[in-house]
């Protein structure tokens, strides 16, 4: 059981906007920044959006981030084949001592 | 260009020992914050361990406190991870990752750990 809760599967068509969201507390996204993270099945994973909302060089401007609260969400826009993986979210837990956390990941599959 | 290289993984059995370490080249290692993150066969990812870039401040997931110790060798460039009493849930690939942003912004490809008697 995860800490920060995602949909276990996303899924959308070519060219569509599809969103997948991540929620948490107040000891955990409500307080701190959120990161984003692509598995392609077989490979490491490969971040995506850091700090609730940056892009790293090299990330199509396609992914964008938000958070609201204690709940973050990415976003795809024009949907690509080759976005077809697991994405996570991440983000550190302060309640007891000091832990970083996952989200249980969500498998996008594009139709 | 960013390396992580993990190296030590194998097969265990239940109550057994293993250390990991991670080779770091293409960053300047002392002044980044390193992480052990594992993901056992078809399931997500789950953080194990951080370090801060002096060995000040160290923090484990509550399924690894008191087994696993991170450490670090800043003349080598290497990160480490030793654990002990290991056991069936402990069977997953470990993940070095360098913490940038706050969180792991490279990622290493792997060490794969098996608990099998």
């Known amino acids: 059981q995860s800490v920060l809760t995602q949909p276990p599967s996303a899924s959308g068509t070519p060219g569509q906007r599809v969103t997948i969201s991540c929620s948490g507390s107040?000891?955990?996204?409500?307080?701190?920044?959120v990161n984003w993270y692509q598995q392609v099945p077989g490979t490491a994973p490969k971040l995506l959006i850091y700090?609730?909302?940056q892009r790293p060089s090299g990330v199509p401007d396609r992914f964008s981030g938000s958070k609201s609260g204690t709940s973050a969400s990415l976003a795809i826009s024009g949907v690509r084949s080759e976005d077809e993986a697991d994405y996570y979210c991440?983000?550190?837990?302060?309640?007891?001592?000091?832990?970083?956390?996952f989200g249980g990941g969500t498998k996008l599959t594009v139709l | 260009e960013v390396q992580l290289v993990e190296s030590g993984g194998g097969l265990v059995k239940p109550g057994g020992s293993l250390r990991l370490s991670c080779a770091a080249s293409?960053?300047?290692?002392?002044?980044?914050?390193m992480e052990w993150v594992r993901q056992a066969p078809g399931k997500g990812l789950e953080w194990v361990s951080s370090i801060s870039s002096s060995s000040s401040y160290i923090y484990y997931a509550d399924s690894v406190k008191g087994r696993f110790t991170i450490s670090r060798d800043n003349a080598k460039n290497s990160l480490y991870l030793q654990m002990n009493g290991l056991g069936a849930e402990d069977t997953a690939l470990y993940y070095c990752?360098?913490?940038?942003?706050?969180?792991?912004?490279?990622w290493g490809q792997g060490t794969l750990v098996t608990v099998s008697s």
């Open positions: 990752a360098r913490e940038g942003w706050d969180l792991p912004d490279y």
């Open positions: 293409g960053f300047t290692f002392t002044s980044y914050n």
């Open positions: 991440a983000t550190w837990d302060d309640s007891l001592s000091r832990q970083g956390v």
């Open positions: 700090r609730n909302n």
């Open positions: 107040s000891s955990n996204i409500g307080n701190n920044y």
